[in-house]
């Protein structure tokens, strides 16, 4: 049985600390934007709509290419974290938590954006008949409601950024210990002709992935009404 | 109980576990890096994905002469690694395939010195099915070879010296159908080594590795195609460290002539300050 | 007291509709907003509500302004103190039942003077609180409705075909509760139909929109015995009479009630002595005679004057108006029978109603 090294568990463990970080920013972040997306009569909508899918669209390798550029000292957000006196992104782990973030973004946004619209006007409507205002029927009769987006949407962002290789490597650098992951790890194995240790690698991070997606799925209830 | 409680529970429960398992990551971290000892020198190398088993054995030789440095080496595409260091990678020193990308770092101002030619790439016939060993490139346009897998032309510098070849010996046209492209050299061997291609135009570096890579080969007369004069350069964060010129000066004293050659590398002129 | 409750001046198009809605209803009492389907009156209630934020206008409730396009000002829905019972109940599922009904209490302060136990006992909730609303019969559903809203401390109510989406036993259990609870009601509330009957049973006033426009407005009694309604609402017509059980024949299962102008026996449905009823006579089941006939199986007749006699919707027919005592009511006869009896504004004449014509 072949052993691995301190930097493939290095690798192991930044990727669960990635797919962890950005899936939680991203569960933040992503139900006001699905929200918006879901309510408003705006005509950004759909315009918005198709930038939250864009990550889908693009290879990674290029989003990547994108993300390194703009993060980078000539980017906007690289000039921006240089005028707030921040580190520089690129090739850092925060700034693989940003690019995973975009990354995932469609994967938490849609699931939660279906769910939302899902649940109709009606119940809205009548929250606010009851004295809701728009923040209290957020949260307490939007979010009860599309609770299994919110479960779906964990799941698959958590799951995608796991997978994540193109984005990471161009925006991370595969730097090991700092910003090489798993799938990068897997990969220089393979690259380099060693199979076994590509193997164990990987399966222990479908296993424990495996592990983790199936206690979130203990979240999602069976059916409405019952849990 | 009722049906909100129970969610309730499950969520608390997902999350403790959940923090633990943050927490043992990065306790993980911590480790390793305690492992580290704490002056140890650091040199971090970019370098072309088909020059690996080459600059293993050369990273490899470094070390045993000097152990207080930690050498870590990351393997990448020539393009995309150049990408980054113009974006600001904390690379030391970039092994390009070529020379193109390693001049175009020196002239937009992003390396620390002159690129300086480390190798001569050299291309060979390989396969694992048939016996090449006395196979000419203008056999290949013969259909008893399946499908011939050379890295892509229009961005590895391998493949275009491959394409160089085959239009050389006049059978670019006949085997159009028959190819298939690698994202790099290493990809192009690696559809050779799974049997989806019958026969790949590779870096000859790969064949000399004979623990890895079976099979028959025969040398491309590099009259054929452009000579492949793979530099490499100091970026400007290494230009600053007594160490990465160091392994710079390795790389280009005897020791390391006799692992290239060893590896199927043509050699340069004799060694020049980067 | 009639101080005013609700002002509306509102204009708004739904669909190709342009609809006008300008009433005045007083502070207290159910006014019915009547009309045939697709007049708009769901929409004048969802626009009253706040839901809808395209009517331009001014929109007045005592004391405080919800409305006033000219200066801009529109007070969103959770800010007025409205109570809204939907056609179909948007009960939350993912709440109890005891959960839904104190969603708005809770918000609302948990006021006392609402007197939450008596009015889940009078809604006959009580043996529901801790069911899901998925497992609840469609009347079960709409009395969670009305009692959540309820519960809201709403200043004015909106029902929206509340009884429509409900078979009929659930229908008429709901509507008697619903007369019962009416005789307690303090607040104003408009109650949204195309059922003649619901109205005939719970409004004090009418309001008749046709068309996207308002027809007629007023006491139910006056709108309704009107000579001059639209077709579509001609089946409508009829008087609407309140009186008092002055007696019950137990064996025949009938009531007697003493109304203002004469005196109706209806099938009893448990009425009790004192009580205050009403029944709608329709127009259609109202004969009249020249003298009072003594060998009819019609048990009910009245003394009337002649007010006035009007068209009908088919050139057969004609709508005779006529008074007793305080009441109106309305006959439909064929214009030949008004020629062969002559029939005159100012002549005495004889009605007859059957009484299986009358009650539930």
């Known amino acids: 049985m072949p052993r691995l090294d301190s930097q493939d568990w290095q ?30 009569a705006s005509r950004w909508r759909k315009l918005v709509g198709a930038l939250v899918a864009m990550p889908l669209v693009l290879p990674p390798t290029v989003l990547g290419f994108y993300l390194l550029s703009w993060m980078g000292p000539q980017g906007f957000i690289g000039k921006l974290t240089a005028a707030l006196d921040m ?19 469609p994967f938490v946004v849609q699931p939660l954006q279906n769910a939302f619209e899902a649940i109709g006007k009606r119940p809205l409507e009548a929250a606010a008949s009851l004295r809701a205002g728009p923040l209290d029927r957020f949260f307490s009769i939007a979010v009860p409601l599309a609770w299994p987006g919110f479960v779906s949407a964990a799941i698959l962002g958590f799951a995608h950024t796991v997978g994540e290789f193109g984005v990471a490597l161009m925006v991370g650098g595969n730097i090991p210990g700092q910003t090489r992951v798993a799938s990068m790890a897997i990969y220089d194995r393979v690259e380099a002709g060693q199979m076994s240790q590509a193997h164990v690698l990987s399966l222990l991070l479908v296993v424990f992935s495996f592990a983790a997606l199936l206690a979130m799925s203990y979240l999602r209830p069976r059916n409405r009404g019952d849990a | ?8 529970r499950k969520i608390w429960l997902l999350a403790s576990l959940a923090l633990v398992a943050l927490a043992l990551c990065s306790w993980l971290q911590q480790a390793q890096q305690l492992h ?16 690996r088993p080459a600059l293993d054995e050369l990273r490899d030789d470094f070390q045993r002469r000097r152990p207080d440095v930690a050498v870590d080496v990351v393997y990448g595409a020539s393009g995309k690694l150049s990408s980054q260091i113009e974006q600001g990678a904390p690379f030391d020193i970039f092994f390009s395939a070529d020379s193109d990308y390693p001049q175009r770092l020196f002239d937009h101002g992003h390396a620390g010195g002159q690129p300086v030619t480390y190798a001569i790439g050299r291309l060979a016939i390989w396969s694992t099915s048939h016996d090449v060993g006395h196979v000419d490139i203008a056999d290949l346009a013969k259909p008893e070879f399946g499908r011939i897998a050379i890295a892509n032309p229009q961005h590895a510098p391998y493949g275009k010296r491959a394409e160089q070849a085959l239009r050389a010996a006049g059978v670019w046209e006949q085997v159009q159908q028959r190819l298939v492209f690698g994202d790099n050299v290493t990809h192009a061997a690696q559809f050779v080594r799974s049997g989806n291609a019958d026969i790949g135009i590779i870096a000859t570096s ?32 290494g230009a600053d460290k007594a160490i990465a010129r160091e392994f710079a000066a390795h790389v280009q004293g005897e020791a390391a002539r006799a692992i290239l050659q060893r590896h199927g590398f043509g050699l340069p002129e004799t060694a020049k300050e980067p | 007291m009639h101080e005013i409750g609700l002002e509306a001046g509102l204009r708004f198009t739904r669909g190709h509709l342009p609809i006008a809605f300008e009433a005045r209803l007083p502070a207290r009492g159910i006014t019915a907003l009547f009309g045939a389907s697709g007049a708009g009156k769901s929409s004048c209630l969802r626009v009253i509500a706040g839901l809808d934020r ?69 809604f006959g909730l009580g043996g529901l609180l801790q069911r899901r609303p998925a497992t609840l019969s469609g009347g079960e559903r709409q009395r969670v409705a009305i009692v959540r809203a309820l519960l809201s401390d709403p200043a004015l109510l909106l029902f929206d075909e509340p009884l429509s989406a409900l078979d009929d036993r659930a229908r008429s259990e709901l509507l008697g509760v619903l007369e019962r609870w009416h005789a307690t009601l303090e607040l104003p509330a408009i109650w949204v139909s195309h059922a003649i009957d619901e109205v005939a049973r719970l409004a004090d006033r009418v309001i008749l929109l046709d068309a996207g426009k308002i027809i007629a407005q007023g006491s139910l009694q006056d ?92 050139p057969a027919h004609c709508m005779v108006q006529l ?9 439909r006869i064929t214009r030949r029978s008004r020629q062969t009896l002559g029939l005159q504004p100012g002549m005495t004449i004889w009605a007859q109603v059957k009484a299986v014509a009358l009650g539930g």
């Open chain 2, 1 to 8: 109980m009722s049906a909100m409680r129970v969610m309730r």
């Open chain 1, 87 to 105: 580190a520089a992104l690129p090739f850092s782990f925060r700034g693989l938590v940003l690019a995973s973030m975009l990354y995932s973004l």
């Open chain 3, 54 to 122: 395209d009517a331009q206008g001014t929109l007045r409730f005592g004391t405080e302004v919800w409305q006033d396009s000219p200066h801009g000002v529109f007070v969103p829905t959770h800010r007025r103190r409205v109570g809204l019972v939907q056609q179909e109940p948007a009960l939350f599922d993912h709440l109890s039942v005891l959960g839904n009904l104190d969603y708005g209490f809770r918000r609302a302060g948990r006021p006392v003077h609402l007197q939450r136990e008596a009015l889940i006992d009078a």
């Open chain 2, 206 to 237: 790969f064949t000399s590795d004979g623990s890895t890579w079976k099979g028959s080969h025969a040398e491309v007369p590099p009259s054929l195609h452009e000579p492949l004069r793979q530099s490499f350069v100091l970026t400007r964060t």
């Open chain 3, 323 to 331: 008074r007793a005592g305080e009441n109106r009511l309305l006959a």
């Open chain 2, 36 to 51: 580290q000892p704490q002056n140890q020198e650091r040199l971090l190398v970019a370098s072309a994905a088909d020059f």
């Open chain 1, 11 to 40: 690798a192991f463990a930044l990727t669960l600390q990635l797919a962890g970080v950005s899936t939680v920013l991203l569960l933040g972040f992503g139900p006001p934007l699905a929200w918006w997306l879901a309510t408003t």
């Open chain 3, 223 to 314: 709108t309704l015995t009107r000579l001059d309604l639209p077709p579509a609402l001609q089946e409508a017509a009829g008087a609407v009479i309140e009186g008092v059980v002055a007696s019950i024949d137990a064996q025949a299962h009938l009531a007697e009630l003493h109304c203002d102008g004469g005196t109706l026996w209806l099938p009893n449905d448990g009425a009790r002595i004192g009580a205050r009823l009403r029944t709608r006579i329709a127009a259609r089941d109202v004969s009249l005679h020249l003298a009072p006939a003594t060998h009819s199986s019609a048990l009910n007749q009245w003394r009337c004057t002649i007010l006035a006699i009007g068209e009908a919707s088919h």
